[in-house]
């Protein structure tokens, strides 16, 4: 069955940097997109970035463009979110996601804090 793993969230001070991995199976991970997304608390679960099956093609949501970077392995079957220049506003459960027709699958989430 298919599974998505998130790990890396933490905490960490305003300015710093995290990465996030996701590890996926039970799909041929090489020729999905892949996404991020990410929730706050009493806000609808945001569209973070987007990679492309071969990895050429990414988006961003304007909030994050220029700090963060999606980049994946696919020998690995892995995805990863570079988090740079991290602000309090980008605290919020991260998700990694992948759209296999009919069905959205998510994995668990890992929690992302940005505080002093």
């Known amino acids: 069955q298919v599974q998505l793993v998130e790990s890396g969230g933490g905490l960490v001070q305003p300015g710093g940097s995290l990465r996030l991995s996701c590890a996926a199976s039970g799909f041929t991970f090489s020729i999905y997109a892949m996404s991020w997304y990410r929730q706050s608390p009493g806000k609808e679960r945001e569209l973070v970035a987007t990679?492309?099956?071969?990895?050429?093609?990414?988006n961003y949501a304007d909030s994050v463009k220029g700090r963060f970077t999606i980049s994946r392995d696919n020998a690995k079957n892995t995805v990863y979110l570079q988090m740079n220049s991290l602000r309090p506003e980008d605290t919020a459960v991260y998700y990694c996601?992948?759209?296999?027709?009919?069905?959205?699958?998510w994995g668990q989430g890992t929690q992302v804090t940005v505080s002093s």
């Open positions: 996601n992948t759209f296999l027709w009919p069905y959205n699958y």
């Open positions: 990679i492309g099956s071969a990895g050429g093609s990414t």
